[in-house]
C-alpha cells in the first residue's frame, strides 16, 4: 500500500522527464521507419515558430492579460525579418539572418506596446484590443511591403542551411532524426523554452509575474508592481511571436506573403491546451506540427492515399475543439486572466 | 459606467474615425503621397457615379449583416470572431441552392435566404453549444470553425462545383439565379448592387426590434450584461447563449450570400473572407446598435469600395483602407480614453456654466 503511494508520489514528482524520455523512447523505437524519418524533420520545423509564439503567449497571459494580437505580432515579425534580411543579405548573407531575426524580435515587442498599453493602461476589452493588433499587422505590413519592396509578397535569396550537428548525429536512432539537418533556429528556440522554463518557474521573478496573472492585488501588496510586470508579459509575448514569424520566414518559407495562416490563434490553442504549462506546450505543439505536417505529405504517402486529404487539414483544428472541450470544465487558466488591473 | 459610455457612444465613435482618418492621412504622408489627394481619390471611388454609389452600397450590405452578427453576439457578451467561416458556409449553401434549385422567383428567394441562414447558424451554434455545454471560450472555438471552413470549401468547391478553366474558384451561378435585380442594375446602372440591400435592411429593422422589445432580447441582453445575475432571475442562460451564437452565425451566413450569391456570383477557395473580420469593426464602431452598425457599414462599404480608384489615381497602397479599419477599431477599444476627454468636456462646461449662474445670481443679490 505504502510503496504503491510512494510509487504516485515519485511519479508526480518526476513526471515531465519521464513523459520526454517515454516519448524519445518511442520515437527511437521506430527511428528506422521511413514514415517517421520523413514526418519527424518536417514536423520539427512546424513545431517550432508554434512553440515559440506559444511561449510568448504563456509570459502575457501568466502576467494576467490575454493576448489575441499573436496572430498580427507573428505576422509583423514576419514582415520586418523579411525586409531586413532582404536589404542585408547582399551584403553579408551570415549577418542578413541573425540580424533579421534580432530586428523581428524588436519589432514585436515595440508592435505589442500598443496592446500592452490598451490593455493594462486604459484597461481596455483586450480581445478587441487583441482584434485590432491582429488587423492592423495584417493591413500596415502589406501597405509597407508595397511601398518599401514595391510588391505584397518580400521574397529572401536564402534561409538557414540545415546542418548535422556533428558528434550527437552520430547517435543511432535519435541522431539520425534530432541531429542531422537541422536548422540552428530549432536549437535556439528550445533553449528559449528552458530558460522560459527557468525563469517562470525557478526564480522568484517568475512566481512574480505568475502571481500577477492570479492575484494581482495580493502582488501589488508585497510591493510589487503590477503593471511593470504586466508590460514585461505582453512585451515578451510580441517579441517571441515576432521571433516565431521570423522562423517561419528563414526555415521553410522564404518569402514574407501577407499571412500567417492562422499559426498565431493555433499558438494560443496549443496554450490552451498545453495547460499553460511550458511541457504542455512543448506537447501541443509538437502535436499540432505533427498533424500539420501529415496533412501536407499526405498526399505522396501511399499509406495516407485512401484518406482524403480534408480530414488532415481539419484534423489539428477538429482536435483542438476536442481537447478544448476536456480540458476547458478543469480550466488551469490563470485567475485573473483578461481582467484588467 | 455602461450608461455613461452609452450616452457619448456618437462621440466616442466620431472621435475615433477621425483619428482613423488622420493615422491613414499620416501613412499617406510617410510614403511621400499627398494625403488630402489620396481621402479625395478615396472617396470619389466609392461616390463619383450611380455606379460607384451602387457598388458602395453592395459592399456596405455585406459589411451590415456581419456587423449585425458580431452586435448580435456582443449583447450576449460573446465574441464572434467566426463571421468569416460562416459566410463561407452561408455562401456556400446559397450557391448550391442557386445552383440546384428552380423557382418562381417570389419562392426561390426566401428559400435561399433560408438555406444560406439555416447554413451559417449551424456554423454559429456549434460554438454556441460548446460554450454553453463545456466552458469552451466562443474566440478560440470560432476561430477553429473559420479553419474548418476554410479547408473543407477548398477541398469541396474543386470536388463538386469546378470553374470551366480555374481550379480555385467555383462555377458563376447563372445571373438570374444571384440576388442580382434587372431593376436594380438599371437603376444604379451596372455595378455589383443586388438584392441584399433590403436583406440587410430587413435584417437590421428585426434585430432592433427583437433586442429592443421582446422577451428573447430582453434575456439575451441580460446574460450578457450579467449571466449571474440572469441565472438568478431565472433566464436560462445556456440556452440564451447557444440562441445567440445561432443567430450571429446565421446573420454572417446572410452576409455570406450577399456577398457570393449577390456581390459575386462564385466562391473562390484559399480565402478567408477579409469581411467576417471588417464586421468586427463595424459592430464596435457602430456601438453594436443595430442603427449604429447600418452607418458604421455604409462609411466602412466606402473605404473599402474607394480604395481601387485611389489606388490607380495615386501611389497609395489600396491596403490603406484596411489600415484605417484597424486603426478606428483600435481607438475604439481604448475609447475610454475620449469617454475621460469628452466627461472633462462636459464638466467643464458645466463648472463654466455653474460659475457663470453663481455669477450672475451674486451680481443679482449686489443689485439688491
Known sequence: MSNDKDMKTLFRTYRTPIIVIAVLLMLALFSESHLIRLIIPYAIAYTIPLLVTALGGLYSERSGVTNLGLEGLMLVGYFASAITIKFTEQISYSLAIPLGLFIAVIAGALFSMLHAFASINLKADQIISGTAINMLASALTVYLARTVAGSGNVRIMLGIVRQDIPVLSKIPGLGTLFFTQSYWSTWVALAIWGLSWFLLYKTSFGLRLRACGEHPSAVESAGVNVHKMRYFGVGMSGALAGLGGAIILVTYSGEFNGTVAGLGFLSIAALIFGQWKPLGILGATFFFGTATTIANVSQVIPEFGVIPPVIFKVFPYVVTLLALVVFSKRSAAPKAVGEPY | ?368
Open chain 2, 1 to 368: 459606467m455602461s450608461t455613461k459610455v452609452k450616452s457619448n457612444a456618437f462621440l466616442v465613435a466620431i472621435s475615433a474615425v477621425i483619428l482613423g482618418l488622420i493615422a491613414g492621412g499620416l501613412l499617406m504622408m510617410a510614403i511621400g503621397s499627398n494625403p488630402f489627394e489620396g481621402f479625395y481619390y478615396l472617396f470619389r471611388g466609392g461616390l463619383m457615379s450611380m455606379e460607384r454609389v451602387g457598388n458602395t452600397i453592395a459592399t456596405a450590405i455585406t459589411l451590415m449583416l456581419v456587423g449585425l452578427s458580431v452586435a448580435f453576439a456582443f449583447k450576449t457578451g460573446l465574441f464572434n470572431i467566426g463571421a468569416s467561416g460562416q459566410m463561407l458556409i452561408g455562401g456556400l449553401a446559397a450557391t448550391l441552392v442557386a445552383h440546384y434549385v428552380f423557382l418562381p422567383r417570389v419562392i426561390y428567394i426566401p428559400v435561399i435566404i433560408l438555406a444560406a441562414f439555416a447554413a451559417g447558424a449551424l456554423w454559429g451554434v456549434i460554438p454556441g453549444f460548446l460554450k454553453a455545454k463545456f466552458n469552451v471560450h466562443e474566440v478560440v472555438a470560432t476561430i477553429m470553425m473559420n479553419w474548418i471552413a476554410y479547408w473543407s470549401i477548398y477541398y469541396f468547391i474543386p470536388a463538386y462545383l469546378k470553374g470551366p478553366s480555374l481550379e480555385t474558384e467555383s462555377r458563376s451561378i447563372a445571373i438570374e439565379q444571384s440576388l442580382r435585380s434587372d431593376w436594380l442594375t438599371d437603376f444604379f446602372g451596372g455595378g455589383y448592387i443586388n438584392l441584399g440591400i433590403f436583406v440587410a435592411v430587413v435584417a437590421v429593422i428585426v434585430v432592433k426590434y427583437v433586442l429592443d422589445k421582446t422577451t428573447l432580447g430582453f434575456e439575451l441582453k441580460a446574460v450578457g450584461s450579467n449571466r449571474f445575475c440572469a441565472e438568478y432571475a431565472g433566464i436560462k442562460v445556456n440556452r440564451n447563449v447557444i440562441i445567440s451564437m445561432m443567430i450571429a452565425g446565421g446573420l454572417a451566413g446572410l452576409a455570406g450570400m450577399t456577398f457570393y450569391t449577390g456581390y459575386s456570383r462564385n466562391i473562390q477557395i484559399g480565402v478567408l473572407p477579409s469581411m467576417g473580420f471588417d464586421g468586427i469593426a463595424v459592430a464596435l464602431l457602430g456601438a453594436s446598435n443595430p442603427i449604429g452598425v447600418f452607418f458604421s457599414a455604409l462609411f466602412f462599404g466606402l473605404l473599402q469600395s474607394g480604395k481601387g480608384f485611389m489606388n490607380a489615381m495615386t501611389d497609395v497602397p489600396p491596403e490603406i483602407a484596411d489600415t484605417i479599419i484597424a486603426t478606428i477599431i483600435y481607438f475604439t477599444a481604448t475609447s475610454v480614453l475620449f469617454s475621460r476627454f469628452w466627461d472633462k468636456v462636459g464638466k467643464r462646461k458645466k463648472e463654466r456654466n455653474d460659475a457663470r449662474t453663481a455669477k450672475a445670481e451674486a451680481q443679482e443679490s449686489d443689485h439688491e
